[in-house]
Protein backbone atom coordinates (compact mmCIF):
# COMPACT_ATOMS: atom_id res chain seq x y z
CA UNK A 1 0.00 0.00 0.00
CA UNK A 2 1.00 3.71 -0.61
CA UNK A 3 0.44 6.66 0.98
CA UNK A 4 0.31 10.00 -0.25
CA UNK A 5 0.55 13.44 1.51
CA UNK A 6 0.10 16.40 0.14
CA UNK A 7 1.27 20.16 1.43
CA UNK A 8 2.32 23.61 0.28
CA UNK A 9 -1.27 24.91 -0.68
CA UNK A 10 -2.25 27.76 0.78
CA UNK A 11 -3.75 31.25 -0.67
CA UNK A 12 -2.12 33.69 -2.49
CA UNK A 13 -1.98 36.94 -4.88
CA UNK A 14 -2.60 36.39 -8.68
CA UNK A 15 1.18 36.70 -10.10
CA UNK A 16 2.36 35.25 -6.85
CA UNK A 17 4.03 31.57 -6.34
CA UNK A 18 3.91 28.49 -4.22
CA UNK A 19 5.23 24.62 -3.81
CA UNK A 20 3.50 21.84 -3.29
CA UNK A 21 5.09 18.53 -1.68
CA UNK A 22 3.89 15.03 -2.28
CA UNK A 23 5.81 12.70 0.44
CA UNK A 24 5.34 9.02 -0.61
CA UNK A 25 5.42 6.02 1.85
CA UNK A 26 5.10 2.13 1.88
CA UNK A 27 6.50 2.53 -1.26
CA UNK A 28 7.64 -0.50 -3.04
CA UNK A 29 9.98 1.33 -5.78
CA UNK A 30 9.35 -1.18 -8.59
CA UNK A 31 5.54 -0.79 -8.20
CA UNK A 32 5.80 3.29 -9.07
CA UNK A 33 6.49 4.53 -12.37
CA UNK A 34 4.38 7.12 -12.51
CA UNK A 35 3.26 10.22 -10.17
CA UNK A 36 1.33 12.93 -11.41
CA UNK A 37 -0.66 16.34 -9.73
CA UNK A 38 -3.95 17.20 -10.41
CA UNK A 39 -6.58 19.55 -9.49
CA UNK A 40 -10.47 20.22 -9.13
CA UNK A 41 -12.43 23.06 -8.87
CA UNK A 42 -15.45 23.01 -7.48
CA UNK A 43 -18.40 21.91 -9.97
CA UNK A 44 -15.65 21.15 -12.54
CA UNK A 45 -14.33 17.78 -13.49
CA UNK A 46 -10.71 16.68 -11.97
CA UNK A 47 -7.72 17.80 -14.56
CA UNK A 48 -4.26 16.37 -14.85
CA UNK A 49 -1.91 19.43 -14.70
CA UNK A 50 2.08 17.67 -14.48
CA UNK A 51 3.15 14.28 -14.66
CA UNK A 52 6.58 12.57 -14.09
CA UNK A 53 8.04 9.61 -15.30
CA UNK A 54 10.11 8.33 -11.52
CA UNK A 55 12.64 6.65 -13.41
CA UNK A 56 14.93 9.34 -15.25
CA UNK A 57 12.45 12.64 -14.42
CA UNK A 58 10.55 12.60 -17.99
CA UNK A 59 7.62 15.17 -17.70
CA UNK A 60 4.12 16.25 -19.17
CA UNK A 61 2.59 19.24 -18.73
CA UNK A 62 -1.00 20.45 -19.57
CA UNK A 63 -1.41 23.21 -21.94
CA UNK A 64 -3.03 25.34 -19.20
CA UNK A 65 0.00 25.11 -17.17
CA UNK A 66 3.27 25.43 -19.53
CA UNK A 67 5.73 27.49 -19.11
CA UNK A 68 4.33 28.54 -15.37
CA UNK A 69 4.41 25.07 -13.65
CA UNK A 70 7.11 22.48 -12.99
CA UNK A 71 7.08 19.30 -11.86
CA UNK A 72 10.22 17.58 -9.83
CA UNK A 73 11.07 15.11 -7.55
CA UNK A 74 13.91 13.66 -5.24
CA UNK A 75 13.91 10.13 -4.87
CA UNK A 76 15.81 9.77 -1.94
CA UNK A 77 13.16 11.74 -0.03
CA UNK A 78 10.06 10.19 -2.41
CA UNK A 79 8.84 13.14 -2.67
CA UNK A 80 7.41 15.15 -5.61
CA UNK A 81 7.22 18.96 -5.91
CA UNK A 82 4.94 21.24 -8.04
CA UNK A 83 6.82 24.41 -8.37
CA UNK A 84 3.66 26.82 -9.51
CA UNK A 85 4.49 29.99 -10.35
CA UNK A 86 3.05 33.26 -12.13
CA UNK A 87 -0.68 31.84 -10.72
CA UNK A 88 -3.57 33.10 -11.98
CA UNK A 89 -7.65 32.70 -10.28
CA UNK A 90 -8.35 30.24 -12.61
CA UNK A 91 -5.32 27.73 -10.96
CA UNK A 92 -7.38 27.89 -7.68
CA UNK A 93 -8.96 24.53 -6.80
CA UNK A 94 -7.86 21.46 -4.67
CA UNK A 95 -4.62 19.64 -5.56
CA UNK A 96 -4.20 15.65 -5.37
CA UNK A 97 -1.06 13.77 -5.62
CA UNK A 98 -1.22 10.68 -7.66
CA UNK A 99 0.78 7.28 -8.53
CA UNK A 100 0.67 4.55 -10.91
CA UNK A 101 2.46 2.02 -12.13
CA UNK A 102 2.70 2.91 -16.16
CA UNK A 103 4.11 6.06 -17.55
CA UNK A 104 2.73 6.86 -21.10
CA UNK A 105 5.91 8.61 -23.27
CA UNK A 106 5.00 11.94 -24.14
CA UNK A 107 1.04 10.94 -24.06
CA UNK A 108 -1.67 13.53 -22.41
CA UNK A 109 -2.63 9.39 -21.27
CA UNK A 110 0.03 10.67 -18.31
CA UNK A 111 -2.85 13.04 -17.38
CA UNK A 112 -6.06 11.12 -17.18
CA UNK A 113 -6.93 10.07 -13.95
CA UNK A 114 -8.17 6.81 -14.68
CA UNK A 115 -4.34 5.18 -14.57
CA UNK A 116 -3.29 6.28 -11.08
CA UNK A 117 -3.83 3.52 -8.81
CA UNK A 118 -3.09 5.78 -4.91
CA UNK A 119 -4.32 9.28 -4.32
CA UNK A 120 -3.66 11.98 -1.49
CA UNK A 121 -6.29 13.88 0.31
CA UNK A 122 -5.25 16.89 -1.39
CA UNK A 123 -4.32 20.36 -0.65
CA UNK A 124 -6.02 23.41 -1.48
CA UNK A 125 -4.88 26.64 -3.64
CA UNK A 126 -6.53 29.56 -3.62
CA UNK A 127 -5.48 32.30 -6.02
CA UNK A 128 -7.14 35.76 -5.16
CA UNK A 129 -7.17 38.43 -8.16
Known amino acids: QVQLVESGGGSVQAGGSLRLSCAAS?????????MAWFRQAPGKEREGVAA????????FYADSVKGRFTISQDNAKNTVYLQMNSLKSEDTAMYYC?????????????????????WGQGTQVTVSS
Open 52 to 59: IYTGDGNT
Open 26 to 34: GYIYSSINA
Open 98 to 118: AAGPYWYWYSPRSLVPDVYNY
